[in-house]
């Protein structure tokens, strides 16, 4: 997302100030660009000779991210103490990154903070979290969040950080839903996918999420009652992931009947809520990512999750007495 004089200038509006880490995200000279002075870096190796050669893998491995970890340490230690940042605010904490951030961020007397993005209900290694400050949805995050292999000194609960975008969606979504119907729908479903490359081995998500657009693309066809609005979490692949279904949404868009939410971002900047509020009934794709339900249905939009892997241990499956989990589209 390079910087624009545009972007600059709105950044400059609330009194802030910005700086490009990395040149590719400079689109203007007015900008400065942070100049890292890279120091050498002497990481401490695993000791002794390797047993065997998957020892000698084990310890490439090992290297590669104390490298990795100590290259992100000096960089983000320059950084801070350049500009003085007392503070680093994020929600990604799904790779090692945030980790040597925060260490750095303590040798230089400041604070690390995570807010909580995603609706994480199972413990896993991406899940760990390191931080001096968490914000998360409810109790039930904290309780991960006790996990051995977190550091979570002060974690506090807010509710879904999400939710205020939900009166200002409305109007826009009103829009969408009023231009499918003047097609003829008397019904609209919103579907949300979990992104999916396009190679079954790498991604579970791949075969079932092919299965359910040729599902609700075909019904589009077939039925001039039915409505789609379609919010796939990476627009910019959606028509070149899978083959076929690019024909079978092109003929479904030209019904009037189906609606994309999409733009040349990497991830669509429009959020689950604005597809839901133009629905009668929204359906994500995968409970084990189940972010874009639980938003739908706080933003009061009747909701519908689908499980062809086979998820366990979900704490919407127990959702009293409706049943909102499907095993098939």
Known sequence: APVTDKKLEEVKKHGLFAVAVNIRAAATPNIPLFDHKQTAIR????????KDRSDALSRIWLQ??????????????????????????????????HCAILDALRDTGGVGVVYQRSFDHFLAPWTFTTADVVFG??????????????????????????????????KQANVVRQSIKNHGAKRIIAYFDEHAIDHPRWNMAYESTLRHYTYLLSKVLENPWFGLILKPKVPSTL???????????????????CFVFENTDLQSSYSPAAAALGADIAIHGHLFAATAGVESALAGVPTVILDDAGTPDSPLKNSGERKIIFKDI
């Open 43 to 50: 990481p401490r190796w695993v000791k002794g000779e390797a």
């Open 239 to 257: 028509r070149t992931r899978f083959g076929y279904i690019s024909e079978l949404l092109r003929s479904a868009e030209k019904t009037g009947r």
């Open 137 to 170: 949805f409810s109790k039930s995050g904290a309780h991960i969040g006790r996990d051995k292999l977190s550091r979570i000194p002060y974690y506090i609960v807010t509710g879904y950080l999400g939710d205020h975008r939900f009166g200002l969606l409305k």
């Open 64 to 97: 590669h991210h104390a490298l990795e970890y100590y290259r992100r340490y000096n960089f983000w230690s320059d950084f801070f103490t350049q500009y003085g940042v007392k503070m680093h605010v994020t929600w990604f904490k799904y790779s090692a990154d």
